[in-house]
């Protein structure tokens, strides 16, 4: 399914890119191009979102400890 989903947005990813860079290419290489330049940007955007993630769930970790160092000094030290 995802390399389905690959082919059909690289093929008309190519052909939109020939177009706005003006450029004649035949069918086979626009879409050969249009396909490599689709999963070269999956694997980037992946990449992306795993460290993003990462990052928020750092900033995550950081904010739950704070919240619970503020409900301990607030309610539980004497």
């Known amino acids: 399914m995802t ?3 690959i082919l059909i947005i690289g ?3 190519g052909f939109l890119a020939t177009r706005f860079m003006r450029v004649q290419m035949d069918v086979i290489t ?3 191009l249009g396909v ?3 999963a070269a940007s999956w694997v980037v955007l992946r990449l992306l979102v795993r460290l993003t993630q990462s990052g ?3 900033v995550g ?5 704070m919240a619970l160092i503020w ?3 607030t309610y539980f030290r004497r």
Do not use: N, R
């Open 71 to 73: 409900v301990w000094q």
């Open 3 to 5: 390399f389905m989903l």
């Open 30 to 32: 626009t879409v050969a």
């Open 36 to 38: 490599a330049g689709a």
């Open 11 to 13: 093929a008309a990813a």
């Open 61 to 65: 970790a950081v904010l739950g400890a």
């Open 56 to 58: 928020l769930m750092f």
